[in-house]
């Protein structure tokens, strides 16, 4: 059976760290899941994975293990071989039917991995069966319900996450005892969410997103105010802290289908403002010398008062007045794809050999 390239790179993703993905998007270099890779280089990464157009193969030149997807899957995902080859042809079976099913509708809804197992008994092809298995705030049900809710109300108050946001904390199932962080349409129904570890637990990964198309399930898309700017962040929780004009590209990459939207659904500036880390830096650089709308965006730099934060939220956290206007910090330090490209190379934060990236950036501006 061939592997879906989109179901590799998600998987690639949200299971390896510091993993970057060659020019053309078919191989992966990560440090490694098995063995954890160098211990005296942090940033060094030994764990290839290549696509080999459909039959994914996998070495780590750490450990010297390697072996075919099903191999490496069941090794993440703690599954049995066959367990593993299972889910993979659930998943893979949905996305046809998915396919099929937006032909049909043209309504874009997100499918999960586990969706065979749950479609069974929910009869539904978004994620509001994942309602059934949390617990908000405002529940009470028993001791274990409060332990949980603890955790969650601790999450939502140091996060400072406005009420108008709904998040939740799973207790049962595949995402057990992680903060569910969901993307709601218009009608009020989960299409996507992040599930991400309670702070201070040893769950790995520290993200366990569900494996589904996820370029169109926007954040905030029936709010949209197109008189203003839309603001896209790595993350749900630092697009929280702007309010109805923030979204999400749920993870570092931008796909040129994800901004084609956003400039579709704004007469403003759509303003690119990732974290502040070394990771997303290079996946900023990506996109700026890659994807053909680079130069029709704006981007943020974060101003030399705040250049110490990791990323929007922690900001907000700081900030215990709250006197600071997030969408308005942002909209007023950004600037356009010559500007940022220029003092961003100054400062040596985009990725990447400087001649290539000029070579890139010709190409790039050739092709307007």
């Not at 942090?42 to 459909?54: L, T, V």
């Not at 996998?58 to 599954?79: A, P, Q, T």
């Not at 309010?243 to 400039?263: H, P, R």
Request: with cysteine; hydrophobic share 30%.
């Amino acid at each position: 059976m061939s592997i879906d390239l989109q179901f590799l790179t998600q998987f690639m993703l949200q299971n390896f760290d510091q993993t970057t993905v060659s020019s053309n998007g078919t191989h992966f270099l990560s440090r490694c899941f098995i063995c954890g890779d160098s211990k005296k280089n942090p940033y060094k990464k030994r764990f290839n994975m290549d696509w080999n157009n459909g039959v994914p193969g996998w070495h780590c030149w750490n450990c010297g293990r390697h072996g075919n997807f099903y191999e490496i899957y069941s090794i993440v995902k703690g599954l049995s071989y066959d367990d593993a080859k299972k889910e993979i042809f659930t998943f893979e079976s949905s996305q046809k039917q998915y396919k099929k099913n937006i032909k049909r509708r043209g309504d874009l809804k997100a499918v999960s991995i586990n969706s065979q197992k749950e479609e069974k008994e929910k009869e539904e092809d978004d994620f509001n069966w994942m309602k059934d298995k949390c617990y908000t705030i405002d529940d009470e049900d028993g001791m274990l319900c409060k332990q949980y809710i603890n955790h969650l109300s601790k999450f939502i108050e140091d996060r400072k996450i406005p009420e108008v946001y709904k998040i939740y904390i799973c207790h049962s199932g595949k995402y057990k005892g992680r903060i569910i962080i969901p993307i709601f349409n218009e009608r009020g129904r989960i299409i996507y969410f992040q599930a991400r570890r309670i702070p201070n637990t040893k769950i790995e990964p520290k993200y366990d997103n569900p494996v589904a198309p996820k370029e169109l399930c926007i954040l905030n898309r029936h709010k949209f105010d197109r008189d203003k700017d839309i603001i896209v962040h790595e993350g749900l929780i630092d697009a929280f802290m702007v309010g109805n004009q923030g979204t999400s590209c749920l993870g570092k990459e931008l796909s040129e289908d994800l901004i084609k939207e956003l400039l579709s659904l704004t007469d403003k500036n759509v303003i690119i403002a990732l974290d502040n880390d070394a990771e997303a830096y290079k996946a900023l650089s990506r996109f700026m010398l890659k994807n053909k709308y680079a130069q029709k965006v704006k981007y943020f730099l974060y101003p030399k008062e705040f250049r110490g934060y990791d990323d929007i939220n922690s900001i907000v956290r700081s900030n215990e007045k709250g006197i600071i206007n997030i969408y308005k910090l942002i909209t007023q330090n950004s600037v356009s794809y010559s500007t940022a490209y220029t003092i961003l190379s100054i400062q040596k934060l985009l990725g990447g050999n400087r001649d290539e990236n000029n070579s890139d950036r010709k190409r790039l501006h050739k092709s307007k």
